[in-house]
């Protein structure tokens, strides 16, 4: 009798403690991949501001009547060309992380960027990059908050 009861005993705790351990790695898992998620949205909203910075300072010296010295417009190139590849990259690859909304944003944006007509003027051409990317980014960010929030919500329900 006492035997069987210190093996029912022990089989319950035996039980109990993998139930408890399986549940934190799944709330582990279930955290890291949140996080990977919001590291995932916060590189492409850098991107989508990087992208937008050739246009903007070339604007802003345009409309003040000054020039961007030469060295500053390579590393603005440099910046703009890192942060499209970015942003296509994660059009690319984010199916696993981000939301379908935010992959079809972000197809949008390649779509429409790719189209800026090169027939017209170099302010115009500014204009329309930097159009294309702040409307994309703030689609993207709403995105972002949405899928992110209600990724939260759920985590708070699980514990």
């Known amino acids: ?5 210190t093996l029912a005993t022990i ?3 035996v039980i109990s403690s ?9 709330k582990f898992r279930s955290e890291r991949w949140w996080e990977k998620k919001v590291e995932a ?5 850098e991107a989508f501001h990087n992208s937008k910075k050739f246009a903007s300072e070339h604007m802003s010296a345009e409309e003040e009547g000054r020039e961007v010295s030469e060295v500053r417009t390579v590393e603005l190139r440099k910046l703009a060309r890192e942060a499209r590849d970015e942003i296509l990259k994660a059009s690319d690859m984010g199916s696993f992380i981000l939301s379908e909304k935010a992959l079809k944003i972000l197809a949008r944006y390649k779509s429409e960027s790719e ?3 090169r027939q017209q003027s170099w302010h115009d051409c500014l204009a329309d990059g930097w159009s294309i990317a702040d409307r994309h980014m703030k689609e993207f960010i709403a995105e972002a908050r949405r899928d992110l929030k209600k990724r939260n919500i759920t985590m708070k329900l699980l514990t």
Request: zero cysteines; glycine letters at 0%.
């Open 41 to 45: 949205y916060e590189r492409i909203i």
């Open 11 to 13: 089989a319950i705790a």
């Open 18 to 26: 993998w139930i408890t351990v399986q549940l934190s790695l799944s």
């Open 115 to 117: 189209n800026i007509s």
């Open 1 to 5: 009798m006492i035997l069987t009861e």
